[in-house]
Structures are given as structure tokens and as C-alpha cells.
């Protein structure tokens, strides 16, 4: 069962797709929102949401700085199933195996906001499908002419806003650990273009195949979504993109 909701301050660093949606939700709830940049008047014990992508240093150790200063009790962090490498099938019980810097980059800060040294510190990692929503996605692309590249075989994604109710219910726990999210309906990016060019009237061009790899990765995020209670708005890309396409 969920924790009793939580009413503490939330701090966002990186507002961002993802934590804008997330921050409509809260202050619906009339939970107190903080940016990051105004750590100075941030009470002690806050929860912080860290979307912030690794960064070159000294980038990266200022925001560790920051995050060490705003001294948080607890710590969400959207990361990427990118950390899993070349693995193909992933749950919720798959090591990471980063293949790539970008992906090593991501475990290194996961590493760091899970340290055990920072007692009285908890922390929950999403390990996220690739985002769409409103103004982002397969739909968007294929709108502007522009077929996905080097994203090809079967991929998971998730949309915004259950990710963003997956974030909400993760600040009303005391879950902690790193685990993938995904929605319900992995599908090759090929399949999801065909679909999306057919709903949308929009012709594909004769050689669009040459576009998708054969590579990919299948995610299962059921776990944490059991874990938290969560149940998707949008279990599949079929009413993930056509609420996308209305709200657009």
C-alpha cells in the first residue's frame, strides 16, 4: 500500500520536460516548490527531484556541491535505461551494464546520490524508457519530416505524465533503489512510425526502413508501479500519442 502523502517541500533541479509536468502536479496538491538556485531559502529535510543529465566537470561537482548544501532527506533521480548497455530484455532485478560514456556517466551519478555515507539520506532512481509526450516524440519528428534514427528494433517508452505520476508517488514513499520504467507496449520504432504516419495522414517515404537498426531494448517496468500503487493513464503508445496530439 502507498505511504500516508507527504506535504514536505520539493526542490527541482532541472525543470525540464519531465519535472514541468510533475511540478503541475504538485502545486496542484499545494505542496512548496523550490528551485535548486535558491538553495539559501530552502528549509532543511526538503525532498529533491534531480533531472539534471551528468555534466562535464567542474559542472558535475558544482552540483553535487549544491545538492550536498541543500542537505536533502531524500533524493529522486530520473536516470535512463541507458545504464543497462547492450542488455535487450530488462526488469526489475537486471544489474546495470553500461556499455557507453554516457551510460557510465548516468550509473556514476546514481552511484554517488545512493552513497550509504550520506546517513539519514534515502534515495529512488527511475531508470527511464525513452519520454514522449506533448511536443516530443515519434509524432513530432515524423511531423516535421524527420524518420528516428539509431533508436530502431524494439524500444519501451513511457509518457510524461505517468512518468511524472510514478515521480509523485515515489515523493509520497520510502521505496528506494533503482528500477526501470516503461509503459505496458514495447513496439520497434518502425511500427510505431507506420502507425503514427496512418493516423496522422502523412506519407512515408519508399525507404524508410534504412532508418531503424535492428537493435533495441525491451524494458518491464511493472515493478515499481505494483510497488507504488501506480496504474499509467497511457499503458501503450495507441492513447499515449493520440492525448499527445489533442493536447498539442
Not at 121 to 140: D, E, F, K, Q, T
Not at 224 to 243: D, F, K, N, Q, W
Request: with cysteine; net charge neutral.
Amino acid at each position: 500500500m502507498p505511504a500516508p502523502l507527504i506535504h514536505d517541500p520539493v526542490i527541482i533541479l532541472g525543470l525540464g520536460f519531465t519535472t514541468q509536468r510533475l511540478a503541475r502536479r504538485l502545486r496542484a496538491r499545494g505542496i512548496t516548490i523550490y528551485d535548486a538556485k535558491t538553495a539559501k531559502d530552502i528549509p532543511p529535510g526538503a525532498i529533491l527531484v534531480h533531472s539534471v543529465p551528468p555534466l562535464a566537470e567542474p559542472s558535475n561537482s558544482a552540483i553535487h556541491a549544491l545538492i550536498t548544501a541543500i542537505q536533502p532527506r531524500r533524493i529522486l533521480y530520473i536516470s535512463s535505461t541507458g545504464v543497462y548497455g547492450s542488455q535487450t530484455n530488462v526488469g526489475a532485478s537486471t544489474p546495470a551494464s553500461p556499455n557507453d560514456e554516457k551510460g557510465r556517466a548516468r550509473l556514476a551519478e546514481e552511484q554517488w546520490i545512493a552513497d550509504p555515507t550520506f546517513s539519514g539520506r534515502s534515495s529512488l532512481i527511475l531508470r527511464s524508457a525513452a519520454i514522449y509526450g506533448p511536443g516530443r516524440g515519434v509524432h513530432v519528428r515524423l511531423r516535421e519530416g524527420k524518420l528516428p534514427r539509431g533508436a530502431g528494433g524494439v524500444v519501451s517508452r513511457i509518457h510524461v505524465d505517468d512518468l511524472g505520476s510514478i515521480l509523485e508517488a515515489g515523493i509520497d514513499s520510502e521505496l528506494e533503489g533503482a528500477w526501470p520504467v516503461a509503459d505496458e507496449h514495447p513496439a520497434a520504432s518502425e511500427e510505431v512510425v507506420a502507425w503514427c504516419a496512418n493516423r496522422m495522414g502523412i506519407g512515408l517515404p519508399e525507404d524508410s526502413r534504412q532508418h531503424f537498426p535492428v537493435t533495441g531494448r525491451k524494458v518491464d517496468g511493472r515493478k515499481i508501479r505494483e510497488l507504488l500503487g501506480v496504474t499509467l493513464a497511457y499503458p501503450s503508445y495507441h492513447t499515449g500519442i493520440p492525448a499527445s496530439l489533442q493536447e498539442e
